[in-house]
């Protein structure tokens, strides 16, 4: 039961810090890339019901991601391991929309913009988990 519990604990940091990277990419993709560079202008987005859904998406990612992590971390202390699981989440969202732009009829840049927005995503939700996973350990040992 702990270990449900501390994976629970992980996937809801991975997921607000997934949708608190979501949520900074997307004020800067609207007050800054689509306002001053005409090339990203198709970033500018209002705040309808698609970015909401997609901030429960990003968020819902997150919460998958924190799981994952924890079990790839508990499991094996292999950094390339670590820099893997990054990788296959961002990769899988990031070339989604890399494909959405091959098949818009915009330029492919804005895309690509946010293709590499998400892998920033979950490497600052791997960043926050190993941070709380740290915290977590130094007040286990502290305790003994």
């Not at 992980?10 to 990277?21: E, M, N, Q, T, Y």
């Not at 004020?27 to 306002?35: M, R, T």
């Amino acid at each position: 039961m702990a270990e449900r519990i501390e994976s629970l604990k992980a996937g809801i940091i991975g997921g607000l810090s997934v949708c608190f990277a979501f949520v900074l990419a997307s004020l800067l993709n609207i007050f800054v890339l689509a306002k001053y560079f005409q090339i990203f202008a198709s970033l500018q987005i209002d705040l309808n019901w698609h970015w909401w859904v997609s901030s429960v998406v990003a968020s819902f990612t997150g919460l998958l991601f924190g799981v994952t992590y924890r079990y790839i971390i508990r499991s094996d202390q292999n950094p390339q391991l670590k820099a893997g699981g990054v990788l296959a989440f961002g990769l899988v969202r990031g070339l989604t929309q890399i494909e959405f732009g091959w098949n818009s009829h915009s330029t492919i840049w804005p895309f690509l913009v946010l293709a590499a927005e998400s892998l920033l995503w979950f490497a600052l939700a791997a960043i926050a988990l190993d941070i709380a996973i740290q915290l977590r350990w130094v007040k286990t040992f502290s305790s003994i």
